[in-house]
């Protein structure tokens, strides 16, 4: 294959809903760029993209998968990206290397949530879209219903190119207000026909086209101009215009197609190569927000958006080239961590097929083979380059399971393993709780989790189990309370005496302690010798104070009674969660001069704060996650009924581009499935969003419910 220059290269995402059909527009792009001589099929389990077992076995995109295509003397890369929210992350990574992306509608279903998702996606990541109408020729398709969702989904940003001849089953055509031109398409490999407009569809074709003009007027200055005072604008100056718009994510160009039939395909690559932006338009972004131009003249530098575990191959690197020009054998390294790399292959990509080259120029992506270190998220440059580029931002997981191998000999195993999958998809998340004992496993859904549970089974041959994981709560107290503990032990030798007097009281936001207190019936002011503040890794604080007048405990003691408490904040008196948001006054105590040792001021400290603690109105916090459901209006009553049966509090209501959008605070004890439960509960037409937001006290029956589950569990133990 040839080496194409920046200005020829264009790279695009394809995007849309399960089912849209964006494996089968790939696959006709890269029949149209004669890069296949025949067209494969998602049933047949023969298309480029969709070439892992899974895939085939589901009928469905998992991963993200780069193919290049070749056509009218310009490179097209094109990553085909899963369509169910459950593996967004592959779509993430792709809007970071891609410059376009194509956003496909089912012309049966209309805008889809998975639409809307996709949508607001690449405006985020601040990625052109053009809309492509697909399976206009289903027999539900309607052009009219579908372009009602476009509008009411994105406002006045859809710009229509094409509308359809014939929607439905005798969809054989579409009318293209751009060129002016009936496009009749005569086979299914896009054999087509360019005709004049017929007569009774003239008037809507110059309708359109006039909407068109006076959209396209509207992003440049010199154009608007030329508009009052011609009326009109040609075909370059329409481009222009649209241009314009579409980079400034103003405008969506829809445009019709039928990609198993590969109707559209051929005018849809025409436009997307005179209109859409080339690499070298966008510049990449470091992590200190300097930006580094998409330049063949730069210095060399390339961004690894992907890792991947492939047979016969090994440890897959795909990357997009962000400057310069990239050889063969050449030596780079990542400005993070000083590695160094040698590029022994380059290839470009279709699929499982690799294709040998020996150099590639800034703005295209290609992929590598047996890195040594560089990951997903790496930089690799020549030395002497300032910055690494920022990193891909993943979505937050949306669901939790306690993961365990079933036979215990395959722990190791099952650890190398989920390690792997997790360096080869950032949304996996796997982490050893340490609070919990239990290793938790994080996703985007349960289809998601299933996938990795398929994979383990498979491919490393590991059985696990999957269940509800713990609960991260934590303890506090709401009352002032005090205690005294006195460690004595004698054992014929040296003996161990200390003896803690010591008052807690909780901490709240905003408010300083008077250091008043009534002890033994008597009102007292401590005298506070020395004060320490603790910032918990496990969140919220810890005040110790020195309060011991008359040297009834040497200073010298005081770290020990510290830590002794720390002990028990690690492990709380309730529950054996983590304990926190507290005030510790050490006022008196006794030592001996002899066998007082750090040992048993330790104890004395950890059992004084044990029974303080229990008698300070001892409180159970959970956390509490902030919950968005986007739903089909239809679906918003039982999406809310769910969510009160969760314990949530409902926080708002509203609407968002055709959808409604329900805000609500809920406890993570009740989100244990809840992607699962949603999706059942909507026929799959809502997704969610949640994010951690605080602690709070758990209701009263709840507490009860878990101190007797945890005495239980201590006494099986």
Not at 326 to 353: F, H
Request: overall charge negative; aromatic content about 8%.
């Amino acid at each position: 294959m040839k080496t194409y220059s920046t200005q020829n290269i264009r790279n695009v995402v394809l995007l849309g809903s399960t089912r849209s059909g964006k494996t089968t527009l790939a696959e006709a792009m890269l029949y149209e760029g004669k890069v296949i001589d025949r067209k494969g099929t998602v049933e047949a389990k023969n298309t480029v993209s969709d070439c892992t077992e899974y895939e085939q076995m589901n009928q469905k995109s998992v991963f993200a998968t780069p193919v290049y295509t070749e056509f009218m003397d310009t490179k097209f890369n094109v990553i085909d990206a899963p369509g169910s929210d459950d593996f967004v992350g592959g779509a993430v990574s792709a809007f970071k290397v891609c410059d376009t992306g194509i956003l496909l509608v089912n012309a049966q279903q209309g805008v889809e949530v998975g639409t809307e998702i996709f949508a607001r996606y690449a405006e985020e990541y601040n990625v052109p879209v053009i809309l492509a109408v697909n399976q206009l020729d289903g027999e539900k398709a309607v052009w009219e219903t579908t372009l009602e969702s476009l509008k009411a989904a994105f406002g006045n940003k859809p710009v229509i190119i094409q509308f359809p001849v014939n929607a439905g089953t005798g969809f054989d055509g579409f009318i293209d207000v751009l060129k002016m031109k009936y496009y009749h398409f005569v086979d299914e490999n896009g054999k087509r026909e360019d005709l004049e407009i017929p007569a009774e569809l003239q008037d809507e074709a110059e309708e359109l086209r006039q909407a068109l003009i006076e959209k396209a007027a509207e992003y440049d200055d010199s154009l608007m101009e030329k508009f009052f005072d011609q009326g009109t604008l040609d075909e370059d100056e329409i481009r222009k215009g649209l241009g314009i718009g579409i980079r400034q994510g103003e405008a969506y160009p829809v445009f019709c197609l039928s990609a198993k039939k590969s109707i559209g395909v051929k005018r849809l690559m025409e436009f997307t190569i005179k209109v859409a932006a080339a690499p070298s338009e966008r510049p990449g972004k470091t992590v200190d927000g300097k930006e580094i131009p998409c330049d063949p003249a730069g210095k060399t530098s390339l961004f690894i958006y992907k890792t991947a575990l492939e047979q016969h191959l090994g440890e897959v690197a795909y990357f997009k080239v962000m400057s310069g020009k990239l050889t063969l054998g050449q030596d780079l390294e990542n400005p993070e961590t000083a590695d160094k790399e040698r590029l022994s292959s380059l290839y470009a990509v279709a699929g499982k097929k690799k294709e040998p080259v020996n150099e590639l120029v800034a703005g295209d992506i290609g992929c590598t083979v047996k890195l040594r270190a560089a990951k997903t998220n790496a930089t690799l440059a020549v030395p002497g380059f300032e910055g690494s580029y920022e990193h891909i931002k993943f979505p937050a997981s949306k669901i939790r399971f306690a993961i365990k191998a079933v036979e215990q000999k395959d722990d190791e195993k099952l650890g190398e393993a989920l390690n792997k999958l997790s360096a080869e998809d950032p949304t996996i998340v796997v982490e050893y709780a340490k609070e919990l004992r239990q290793t938790i496993i994080q996703g985007q859904g349960e289809q998601h989790i299933n996938f990795v549970k398929w994979r383990l089974r498979n491919e490393n041959k590991v059985e696990i189990e999957l269940s509800a994981p713990k609960i991260s709560y934590r303890e506090t107290i709401t009352k002032v309370a005090t205690a005294q503990y006195r460690h004595k032990k004698q054992s014929g030798g040296a003996g161990q005496f200390g003896e803690v007097h010591l008052l807690v009281e909780p901490i709240i936001e905003g408010v300083e302690t008077t250091a008043r207190f009534k002890i033994d019936g008597k009102e007292q002011v401590l005298n506070v010798k020395g004060k320490e503040e603790t910032v918990l890794d496990w969140g919220g604080k810890f005040e110790f104070y020195n309060c011991v007048v008359g040297g009834a405990i040497d200073a010298g003691f005081m770290p020990a009674i510290k830590k002794g408490i720390m002990q028990k904040l690690e492990e709380g008196p309730l529950t054996g969660s983590y304990a926190r948001d507290i005030r510790v006054f050490v006022y008196d105590g006794k030592m001996h001069p002899v066998d007082s040792k750090e040992i048993a001021f330790i104890i004395a400290g950890r059992n004084a704060f044990k029974e303080a603690f229990r008698n300070a109105g001892p409180k159970i916090m959970e956390p509490i996650y902030n919950v968005q459901v986007m739903t089909p209006a239809e679906y918003m009553g039982a999406c809310m009924s769910d969510l009160q049966n969760r314990r949530a509090i409902i926080e708002g209501m509203g609407t968002d581009r055709g959808f409604s959008v329900l805000k609500a605070r809920v406890p993570q004890a009740e989100l244990y499935k809840y992607s699962t439960t949603l999706s059942s509960i909507t026929s799959g037409a809502a997704t969610f969003t949640m994010e951690f937001a605080d602690y709070q006290p758990v209701p009263g029956d709840v507490q009860e419910k878990l101190l007797k589950a945890y005495q239980d569990e201590d006494s099986d133990e």
